[in-house]
């Protein structure tokens, strides 16, 4: 998609953080747009979250979350760098000038962020539990059963069905 955007031959499509650092000079060409209303008025976008995991069978849960808390503060000096083209995970990364000195960046956290919700949100607000259902195993076996037509479209629905079930059992 780069290519596309740097070439001027995408007009829309998804932005990511640090879309200009990848594609090179645009010469100010690539703005975030408004988010588009629906025929209600209601406004909503897809966010793909980053899938990082943590075992509960650890031998020590609060090492694993003091680790995991740990790393994800030193992406700090990737978005420094201006390497990152994901969410920031900390308010305080929002906060850097490398981040808040981007227009572009502000407005993905400002007017996207809060709307956004993975495929299968219901809710109101994005959290860490959606993980296993929008990348869980019962979507990747649905999706290689649709791929491969391993199955009729009941068959499959019903399958991953019982999967996501299972998931929101546990």
């Known amino acids: ?13 998804l932005f990511q953080v640090n879309v200009p650092q990848r594609v090179g000079d645009t010469s100010g060409d690539l703005l975030v747009a408004d988010p588009i209303k629906g025929p209600h008025g209601d406004k909503a ?10 075992y509960t069978n650890t031998p020590s849960q609060d090492a694993s979350e003091e680790f995991l808390v740990y790393y994800l503060g030193q992406l700090k000096q990737l978005w420094q760098k201006k390497l990152m083209s994901a969410l920031p995970v900390f308010k305080s990364i929002t906060e850097i ?20 919700k993975t495929f299968a949100a ?3 607000r994005l959290n860490a539990n959606l993980a296993a259902l929008d990348g869980g195993q019962a979507l990747n076996q ?17 399958t991953f069905q019982s999967g996501l079930e299972s998931v929101l059992k546990k």
Not at 45 to 52: A, L, S
Request: charged share 15%; no cysteine; glycine share 8%.
């Open 1 to 13: 998609m780069s290519a596309q955007w740097k070439d001027g031959k995408a007009g829309y499509g």
């Open 97 to 116: 000038p490398e981040f808040a000195n981007d227009p572009n960046n502000v407005k993905i956290v400002k007017d996207w962020q809060p709307i956004a």
């Open 45 to 54: 976008t897809i966010v793909f979250p980053n899938n990082i995991m943590m």
């Open 142 to 158: 649905f999706s290689q059963t649709i791929i491969t037509g391993k199955a009729d479209a009941k068959t499959a629905l019903q």
């Open 122 to 124: 219901q809710g109101s």
